[in-house]
């Protein structure tokens, strides 16, 4: 089926193209990293993970928002999800292949990434992430493209398809949640240490993903015979509308218990990143343009007439999926850092190398997206 991504109209073609300059480009400044260490990023000492890290994490979060759609189609027979669960798996597909260059990349060696295979340590959280990340990979591949092939054939899917949806709705919830424990437990970082951080990190991933998923579903409307139709497409908004109130909740918890107990390591990685820490400033627009956004997108969502508004919809899903990019995707990082061991404060800035290099593989991941989706695509089509 994978030739039928080979034709295309000239629309279809540019973008492909558009997506290879740019993956050529990621290259070479990953070259220039390999061949120069990851000095050439704007990590330290002090700030030993970054943006590629930050990405990862977001990233994770959209490969596990899958689960939003098969929960209702697989366990409640929602049969409105019917025609868009595939779309789901797809873009988790992208999105863990996403999420595993950028743990590449941030190795700055290749070589390091095989110690996790030829010298597994069970007892460490990246170990057990790994496994979950290439379980989930799997399972999502195996599942979309049997029931895609099955589809063409026009025959039902096979059996044991179903069997692995059901393990891959409690699989999706899992590498969301080990990802967490990556953060909340390391005790000497008071931003992360924080026994909801795994569940902040799902109701983000539910909020983010999920309004990804719509935006491309509008897109596909509006570009390509693919018609998701508009119950479906509601009936995930407010799926993103709920996840965004319960993670902008969660936030707030932290924001209580750090400054009511007045801990002095709680309240300055907050202070740093919404007022600025002793001069210190540089994500302060950053994140209140996040919670500006949050709430817009909330209030908008939240009002029926607004959200039945194909215009106003995405417009709210977009300020949902940025807030979110920028919480997670920026902010939990880095502030996460601040202050350092010796209570100081080292400011992080990526280089042009970094953003060249992460705008590669979120090229990349783009690629696999457009042409999963193209043979989708033609296929219904051939049906």
Partial sequence: MLEKALYGSKRYYAWIGFLLIIIIAGLSAYVRQFNYGLGVTGMSRDVTWGLYISQFTFMVGVAASAVMVAIPYYLHDYKVFGKIVILGEFLAVSAVIVCMLFIFVDMGQPMRFLNLILHPTPRSVMFWDMCVLMGYLLLNIFIGWTVLGAEKKGCPPPHWTKVLSYIAIPWAISIHTVTAFLYAGLPGRYYWLSAIMAARFLSSAFAAGPALLII?????????????????????????????????????????????????????????????????????????????????????????????????????????????????????????FVPNAFDHITEYVPTATELTVILGVYAIGFLLLTILYKVLIAVREQV
């Fill in 216 to 336: 491309l579903c509008l897109l596909l409307r509006r570009f390509t015979s693919f018609k998701t139709p508009s119950e479906a497409i509601q009936s995930l908004a407010k799926i993103v509308t709920y996840a965004m109130i319960a993670n902008v909740f969660f936030f707030m918890l932290e924001v209580f218990t750090a400054f009511y107990s007045n801990i002095p390591g709680h309240m300055a990685a907050l202070k740093y990143l919404f007022v600025g820490l002793e001069g210190h400033n540089n994500l302060v627009p950053f994140m209140w343009t996040a919670a500006v956004l949050a709430f817009l997108g909330i209030i908008l969502l939240l009002i029926p007439k607004m959200r039945r508004n194909e215009t106003v919809l995405t417009g709210a899903l977009v300020s949902v999926f940025v807030a979110a990019w920028l919480d997670k995707g920026l902010g939990l990082v880095l502030g996460g």
